[in-house]
């Protein structure tokens, strides 16, 4: 957004207005998935935790499939692993994202404030003359 205020137009004021309305909107939806990415690579990794458990009991249980049940919990591990990185990896977008938000909404507050100053001051202007 520009910092110089005096001598821009309404319809450019609304204009900012507008695109901050959108990148807020925008910045929001993005919050809204990355909170279901967060949601989502926590139920992986605790489906993968439970597949790593049931493996592990699977060998222990069944000595002629011990080679098997062994790549199976490798694999389980790998997963577990892989879904806690996208956790992370989800966590810091919902950082991100959030912080993207809170700029937009403030960049939105500011172009309505300045939409509506102009506005006053033209009424006031109109009233004057």
């Keep these: 957004m520009e910092s110089n205020k005096g001598k821009r137009s309404a319809q450019e004021l609304l204009a900012e207005w507008?695109?901050?309305e959108r990148i807020g909107k925008t910045a929001r939806s993005?919050?809204?998935?990355?909170d279901l990415a967060v949601e989502s690579a926590d139920a992986a990794k605790m489906a993968a935790a439970s597949a790593q458990a049931a493996v592990s009991g699977a060998a222990e249980?069944?000595?002629?499939?011990?080679?098997?049940?062994?790549?199976a919990?490798?694999?389980?591990?790998?997963?577990?692993?892989?879904?806690q990185q996208v956790y992370a990896d989800a966590q810091e977008d919902v950082e991100?994202?959030?912080e993207i938000s809170r700029e937009a909404d403030a960049s939105e507050a500011q172009a309505g404030d300045a939409f509506r100053e102009a506005q006053r001051q033209a009424f006031e202007k109109a009233r004057g003359s």
């Design 18 to 20: 507008r695109l901050a």
């Design 96 to 98: 991100r994202t959030g």
């Design 61 to 71: 249980a069944v000595d002629r499939a011990k080679e098997a049940s062994d790549l």
């Design 73 to 83: 919990s490798l694999a389980a591990g790998q997963a577990s692993e892989a879904a």
């Design 30 to 34: 993005a919050a809204d998935a990355a």
